[in-house]
């Protein structure tokens, strides 16, 4: 297997190199990098549903370092069958947007041909682009002047400002607010505190934590719930994230695997039934990958059209270093990646370990 390095001794698209090596060690004999190499999201790159094109933002500033004056990052543009950096976006940026790694996000539409990128998710000012794939040009930048709203998610089709959730509060205030990334327009406004943004659908929890409500953004339009949603308890709240065109929401005793917006669930599992729920789940191609605590080294395939076990891939053992399970998965059409914690480890295996 290769290992691929991205390196970068300037700031347009011929100075910027993927680049295969045998193995880690071969890292350190890398030149310095003085071009902007420093990934400033948790995600390395986003990637389209046809795994042609990645997209990375970068910097040459150094992270988590308070800047004095406005800086540059850096949208790459990949061509993955190439393996190759094929455009560069420079974004210019103000001293008042944090370079903490982590603190930027990005997320593509469903058809990939707009990609959303905010600022502020973990401090300081939230500033939002989106980005048009094909030409890599800003189509909109602050929609409704953002600047002073609190960044909470971003997707290819929107942006949710608004408070982090707290079990001491009875709503969010101010509330969270959505804005459309197409028309920079306000769309709606919650004042719920559980409130998530899933590529253009917004999902929300009452404040009596007895129900969740879906609405289709591009439309306006409430989703009428037949399956119910795991709901938690005021004390210990719900996760919930998309995956491969999925939502996944996750408590402590039970787990829901559905198509965003859809009414019926494809796989619900509960303690209540003798189930065990997954430590991660991704989603990828209508397949459902667990990753369990109590065997964090399998990953368990499931047919989310049937409900039925594929198949169990054995990636390895603790001797490999997986000695607990990750506390995200993403899987995609080279491999899965299992990730430990924000600026920590991460491990990925090829899919050849699951496809034979």
């Not at 370092?65 to 974004?91: G, I, R």
């Not at 709240?237 to 995956?243: G, I, Q, V």
Request: hydrophobic residues 40%.
């Amino acid at each position: 297997m290769n290992y691929w390095y991205f390196t970068a001794d300037g700031t347009d698209a011929d100075s910027m190199k993927l680049v295969a090596m045998g193995s880690a060690e071969e890292l350190q004999n890398l030149a310095p990098q003085v071009g902007p190499a420093q990934i400033l999201t948790d995600e390395i790159t986003v990637v389209d549903a046809a795994a042609r094109f990645g997209y990375a933002v970068v910097t040459a500033v150094r992270t988590g370092t308070a800047q004095d004056s406005a800086w540059q990052a850096h949208l790459l543009k990949v061509d993955l069958e190439a393996a190759a950096v094929v455009a560069v976006l420079p974004l210019d940026v103000d001293a008042a947007v944090d370079t903490t790694i982590g603190n930027w996000a990005m997320a593509l539409d469903a058809d990939g041909t707009r990609l959303g990128i905010g600022t502020g998710r973990i401090r300081g000012d939230t500033r939002v682009w989106a980005i048009n794939t094909e030409t890599l040009e800003v189509a909109r930048k602050d929609p409704h002047q953002v600047g002073y709203d609190a960044f909470h998610q971003v997707s290819g089709d929107a942006l949710l400002t608004g408070t982090a959730s707290s079990p001491y509060a009875e709503g969010a205030y101010p509330p969270y607010i959505v804005y459309s990334l197409e028309s920079g327009n306000l769309i709606t406004q919650e004042n719920n505190l559980d409130t998530y943004l899933l590529g253009s659908w917004l999902y929300w929890l009452e404040t009596a934590y007895d129900a969740w409500r879906v609405m289709d953004l591009t439309t306006g339009e409430e989703v009428s719930i037949i399956d119910p949603l795991p709901v938690g308890s005021p004390d210990t709240r719900p996760a919930l994230w998309e995956t491969g065109g999925y939502s996944v929401m996750r408590t402590e005793s039970a787990l829901d695997v559905r198509p965003l917006g859809s009414p019926t669930s494809s796989l619900s599992l509960s303690t209540d039934a003798g189930d065990t729920i997954p430590a991660a789940l991704a989603v990828h191609r209508d397949v459902a990958y667990a990753a369990h605590p109590s065997a964090a080294h399998e990953l368990h395939l499931i047919d989310l059209a049937t409900g039925e076990e594929l198949a169990t891939a054995r990636l390895g053992t603790e001797e490999d270093g997986i000695d607990r399970e990750p506390q995200a998965l993403t899987v995609s059409e080279v491999g899965a990646g299992y990730f430990y914690s924000r600026g920590g480890t991460c491990t990925f295996y090829a899919a050849t370990d699951w496809l034979s």
